[in-house]
């Protein structure tokens, strides 16, 4: 059966780290009858890397295969990304998906509801005052700072590799001295308020607004990123999702299922995906799709609870979902 989906040397040539013959594992996996849910990262996964975050542009193809996903009805889209949820949307520019942004502390669905997760105030000043420190003391030697709203990135990746090791600590003092979390990406340092959120409580979030508290089972899942703020997802969704991490080395560690070379066969992927979802029909479904290790893992109760690191006596900014977030919500 879809033997389409391996035969030709092109995919081959390309997935060297996906080959025809283990990808048709996550076909089984998709099968026939569940919606598919596909939470994608932007930099570095649906664009590739590029010096300045405004150059990192979605390939028109993979654009293109995404636009005809999002118009499939059993086909879900969140990207979920490190940059501002308004930049991302903007660069990927397609209606009617969800976009996650800042790591999934902001959260835009398709119908135009919003969801921030509450912040203490004392840190909307402090974001400030933390960028002025940043460029003040480390934006030398083509390092900068982006303010992305509610967390600021301090970029090196133009700065000369020998200076780096220095910026990169001095960058990682203030922003700790200042109270906030600082967390290590390509090149970067982001400074985090220190809310307990990334992408893995963001993704879950996202699954159950969309799909209702029994998500677990009513889709299938496939979670692609390439760094290490992604794998608080796949750690997240172990058992419950495919999840692949784009890296061309073989020796990072993830807890992904399986790594993809980059982000060329990110759009393979993407490609297989749409063409197993166009074709299939119900009456195809063999009614032998493999239950993987995740009905455990999915009656777990999985932590929802908005817990500030250092909490403060005033929060704003409630989200608009706050009654979903109660604390220690089951799943
Ligand atoms: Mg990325």
């Known amino acids: ?75 879900y889209i969140a990207i979920v990304s490190g940059r501002n949820v308004n930049n991302v949307k903007q660069m990927v520019d397609i209606e009617g998906i969800t976009y996650a942004g800042n790591h999934g502390l902001e959260i835009l669905h398709p119908d135009g509801t919003k969801f921030v997760h509450p912040m203490p105030t004392e840190f909307h000043d402090k974001v400030g005052e933390l960028m002025r420190q940043l460029q003040e003391k480390v934006c030398r030697d083509g390092a900068w700072v982006e303010n992305k709203g509610a967390l600021l990135t301090f970029h090196f990746r133009e700065t000369p590799i020998h200076l780096r090791a220095g910026l990169e600590k001095q960058a990682v003092t203030l922003i700790e001295a200042a109270g906030f979390l600082a967390a290590h990406a390509h090149c970067a340092i982001e400074a985090r308020p220190p809310v307990q959120w990334n992408k893995g409580r963001a993704s879950i979030y996202i699954l159950r607004t969309a799909f209702g508290v029994d998500w677990s089972e009513r889709i299938r899942i496939i979670y692609v990123g390439d760094d290490a703020t992604d794998e608080d997802a796949m750690q997240a969704l172990k058992g419950m999702a495919a999840t692949f991490r784009v890296t061309s080395s073989d020796i990072t560690k993830t807890a992904a299922e399986r790594r993809l070379p980059s982000t060329d066969s990110v759009l393979t992927m ?30 777990q109760p999985i932590q929802m609870s908005v817990s500030i690191v250092q909490a403060s006596p005033s929060m704003t900014d409630r989200p608009h979902s706050a009654n979903s977030l109660s604390p220690n919500h089951p799943n």
């Open 1 to 75: 059966m879809h033997k389409h989906f391996w035969g030709t040397f092109h995919y081959r040539k390309i997935l060297s780290n996906l080959s025809a013959k283990s990808f048709q594992s996550y076909i089984w996996y998709i099968g026939n009858t569940h919606k598919l849910a596909l939470l994608l990262d932007y930099d570095g996964t649906l664009a590739p890397i590029a010096p300045h975050p405004d150059l990192a542009i979605i390939p028109a193809e993979t654009k293109n295969v995404l636009q005809r996903l999002s118009n499939l009805s059993d086909c």
């Open 270 to 299: 993407l490609k297989w995906v749409e063409r197993h979802l166009s074709r299939r029909k119900p009456s195809m479904d063999p009614g032998r799709i493999p239950r993987r290790n995740s009905s455990q893992l999915a009656k």
